[in-house]
């Protein structure tokens, strides 16, 4: 009786200090508002998400923003930022949670608000609490204004005595009031991830989904763009450009209501995950993070110079240029073989040697993926020496060592599955469906996490040198039941993407100073949670060239370059090596290939790219990324990266498949100080060959540049170009 009279006052005195002062708590980065309001029945509400408002005094004009109806009872419906299901809202809710008597309601009031600063940023914490039940939430804004980023999540947490059933669980809930809406997804499958495609939101709901558990954006990347008023453009019109940080199971919904209103909805996906809260247990939500900008453009810098500031591991470091074995050898391979491969590496210039899949396995090796996933022991037939006799080759050669792991699976040949056949994620009644091969290990169980955690430790603590980690995650939960919880199948798919997270946190925490690729049957985990603990993710197991332009362009929306992993491959061969290198260097660049197979030719010219590729990598790397001509509208491609201070520049340009007599365009670069003097040099050149460029070895204005631009394009397909502008002094 304490408890509900308590908050019937703080409700009560809400509403007299809005009466005499209304109440805003302003969200904000340089360039985006968001304003939230106190409204007079003592809840949160949105007024305002938009370009940021000059003047301090406009902000008292704001209304807390509410749905027009033709009854005057239901005039408090509104923009509530935490909507949640049994109250007097008609649409989507934030929360749905059940009580313990049954009642499916929850009526959560303003309590207080605090700000604290953050690195690179303002943090605004908003509490709230229901006034009949012992439930709060917090809700979290996390503001970069350099970066124009604003992070968002919640917390929910509860002292009744009996379990709160959660059926809905949302990271926050965004409006919009535009005349129209329109969509762009990501999705795909393996080998075609990040496929691009755009659709205009009507009335009703529009939700991107995806099911899987683990491996779980195989179908569907997690984040997407919205345009409001106009579909969405590289450099102009307003667009949402969002993202969630969560590897499982993730949802995001997008309803447009009788009236016209947007509202976005990220989410944990809560199919098959009622979950029961128990008392004083904190429910996390993902963050979601998200940029208002004027063009995809502008906003895919945003996110590009806030990951590496803020999120990604190792944002501000160096990359590794690398060769992996695993186009050359496959499973079949011995120390012989690999010794002379990092006698390549070091010959073609790279960093690295990465030891790739079946290097492990002896009572069940590793010789096809059928066996051997869970015994991380070196496989003594074809590795006599172990590990650390390759990291002493490496060593040798002059290169640096890297190795491939799976540890969140299990097959069921192996001596992990005879000694902890529970540890494995399967029904206990039926007959055991496998993909590839494989099973995911409960990483709901504790102990599990502890087993993972030690493979990595293992390895680390007894080859000294080891640099370098792949830590790949092919199969989706298959047979979704975990012997580990029992009867509370409802936290599977939650508690297990916690204990993933669980186990990279203490991996990073424990060796935070190595690399480590996050890699998932391709390009299907890439959230930037995960990133926190990773430097960089595996774009796609498709190394076509062709098709890595249209799968580097649609990641390039929201990482960075130093964070997408590219290598050069045998796929295609009609394309030559120097058009597979040329793709590859517009990311964070590698090799899969056998020198044998190289002409003499091709071999100097992949020294001389990885050459070039390093001394411009700062650019490429860290510099701002513009994307000037999409593969999507036309049969080419181009984008070019300017340093922060202007003086550099890289322009990447590919013909992919021209069309006979096609007119093509100068292609204008973007970024450069027009009042600065560019030498303008085309690099990457095959021995022996010529630039065609005409203006190939001129100085040039960075206006010039800009506003007539170059031709660089041409009527012959699978041919690329490479120039760096340097700034005159």
């Not at 009996?162 to 926050?172: G, H």
């Not at 925490?509 to 190595?514: E, N, R, T």
Request: glycine share 6%.
């Amino acid at each position: 009786m304490k408890y509900i009279f308590t908050l019937v006052f703080a409700a009560l005195m809400s509403i007299q200090m809005y009466a005499a002062e209304k109440q805003l708590i302003r969200i904000s980065t340089n360039q985006t508002d968001l304003i939230l309001q106190v409204a007079p029945n003592g809840r949160v509400y949105q007024s305002y998400l938009g370009e940021k408002l000059r003047n301090e005094s406009d902000l008292e004009h704001l209304e807390w923003r509410v749905h027009p109806a033709s009854d005057a009872s239901v005039v408090e419906r509104g923009w509530e930022v935490c909507s949640t299901s049994g109250n007097e809202d008609f649409f989507e809710p934030a929360w749905s949670m059940m009580h313990a008597d049954g009642n499916p309601s929850a009526w959560l009031y303003y309590v207080s608000s605090s700000v604290k600063q953050v690195p690179g940023g303002t943090q605004t914490d908003i509490l709230l609490r229901d006034d009949k039940y012992p439930v709060e939430v917090t809700l979290h804004y996390v503001a970069y204004p350099e970066e124009n980023v604003i992070k968002t999540w919640s917390e929910i947490k509860h002292q009744e005595k009996k379990p709160l059933l959660l059926s809905r669980y949302a990271s926050t809930i965004l409006y919009f009031s535009s005349p129209s809406y329109y969509l762009t997804e990501f999705s795909g499958d393996w080998a075609k991830e990040v496929q691009m495609s755009s659709q205009q939101l009507q009335f009703g709901k529009k939700v991107i989904d995806t099911k899987l558990g683990s491996r779980a954006a195989m179908h569907v990347q997690p984040f997407f763009m919205v345009g409001l008023g106009k579909p969405v453009e590289e450099k102009d019109g307003d667009v949402l450009m969002g993202t969630i940080g969560w590897t499982g199971n993730f949802r995001f919904t997008f309803e447009v209501d009788n009236v016209g209103n947007l509202r976005v909805i990220p989410s944990i996906n809560p199919y098959a995950s009622v979950y029961e809260l128990q008392k004083n247990e904190i429910f996390t939500t993902p963050e979601f993070i998200f940029t208002l900008s004027k063009g995809t453009g502008e906003g895919s810098r945003n996110f590009q110079q806030w990951a590496r500031n803020y999120q990604l591991k190792d944002g501000k470091g160096t990359r590794m240029t690398l060769l992996n074995n695993w186009e050359n050898t496959a499973f079949d391979f011995d120390e012989l073989t690999l010794k002379n491969l990092m006698k390549e590496a070091k010959d073609l210039g790279v960093d690295m040697f990465l030891l790739d899949d079946g290097w492990f396995g002896n009572k069940y090796p590793r010789d096809n993926d059928k066996a051997g996933l869970g015994d991380w022991e070196a496989n003594v037939d074809k590795l006599p020496g172990g590990v650390s006799t390759l990291i002493r080759y490496a060593k040798e050669a002059g290169v640096e060592f890297g190795i491939w792991i799976e540890p969140e699976m299990i097959n069921p040949q192996s001596e992990l599955m005879e000694k902890h056949p529970d540890w494995a994620i399967r029904y206990p009644n039926r007959e055991t469906y496998y993909y590839r091969n494989q099973l995911v290990l409960d990483m709901s169980n504790p102990q599990v996490q502890d087993y993972v955690y030690s493979v990595v430790e293992k390895l680390m603590e007894e080859n000294a040198g080891l640099a370098y980690f792949k830590w790949d995650c092919n199969s989706p939960i298959t047979n979704i039941y975990s012997p580990y919880l029992k009867n509370k199948q409802g936290r599977l798919y939650i508690d297990h993407v916690r204990g993933v997270y669980n186990v990279m946190k203490r991996v990073s925490a424990k060796y935070p100073q190595l690399p480590l690729m996050l890699c998932s049957g391709g390009g299907a985990r890439c959230d930037y949670e995960a990133l926190k603990y990773f430097t960089e993710f595996w774009c796609s197991d498709n190394t076509d060239p062709v098709e890595r332009i249209y799968i580097q362009w649609g990641f390039s929306h929201f990482f960075p370059a130093k964070a997408m992993c590219a290598h050069v491959t045998s796929w295609n061969k009609n394309a030559s090596v120097k058009f597979r290198t040329d793709v590859a260097s517009m990311c964070k660049l590698g090799f899969d290939i056998g020198l044998k197979d190289l002409s003499e030719d091709e071999l100097l010219y992949c020294k001389t790219a990885i050459s070039n590729w390093k001394r411009l990598s700062s650019v490429i790397l860290d510099g701002k990324q513009y994307r000037l001509v999409s593969p999507y509208k036309s049969a080419h491609m181009a984008v070019n990266y300017v340093s922060e201070d202007r003086r550099k520049a890289v322009l990447f340009a590919y013909d992919i498949y021209p069309r006979f007599k096609e007119k093509v365009f100068p292609v204008k670069v973007q970024g450069l100080n027009p009042d600065k003097m560019y030498k303008v040099e085309e690099i990457n050149l095959m021995p022996g060959c010529q630039s065609v460029l005409k203006m190939n070895n001129q100085v040039v204005s960075g206006d010039y540049l800009m506003k007539v631009g170059l031709e660089v394009f041409g009527d012959k397909s699978l041919q690329s170009c490479v120039i760096e502008f340097s700034e005159q002094m």
